[in-house]
Nanobody, 115 residues
Framework: QVQLVESGGGLVQPGGSLRLSCAAS??????MAWYRRAPGKQRELVAG???????NYADSVKGRFTISRDNAKNTVDLQMNSLKPEDTAVYYC???????????WGQGTQVTVSS
């Protein structure tokens, strides 16, 4: 049974930092990523990382966010710096199984950037 458990969301002032963590279990994962859904908007890819360490970022977060993963621990983290109010959203961890290519999702964690 695949499980993704997220942690690290919260309330932060503009310009502040947060670190999101996701612990995955139940499979080996090829691609791991963080998505977000802001109120009234569609879900969007924030950042992703392959098992080999190749990363990609949404233009809106380049230079501010850093994704990293630990294959041995099956974890993926998102370090978010210089946060802006427009980063406010529910953030979801995503992981794709190497065996089935099925995408799995975490329950979501709220990030609110506000003064």
């Amino acid at each position: 049974q695949v499980q993704l458990v997220e942690s690290g969301g919260g309330l932060v002032q503009p310009g502040g930092s947060l670190r999101l963590s996701c612990a995955a279990s139940g499979s080996i994962f090829s691609f791991m990523a963080w998505y977000r859904r802001a109120p009234g908007k569609q879900r969007e890819l924030v950042a992703g990382v392959t098992r080999g360490g190749m990363t990609n970022y949404a233009d809106s977060v380049k230079g501010r966010f850093t994704i990293s993963r630990d294959n041995a621990k099956n974890t993926v983290d998102l370090q978010m710096n210089s946060l802006k109010p427009e980063d406010t959203a529910v953030y979801y961890c995503n992981a794709r199984s190497v065996w089935s290519s099925v995408d799995y999702w975490g329950q979501g964690t709220q990030v609110t950037v506000s003064s």
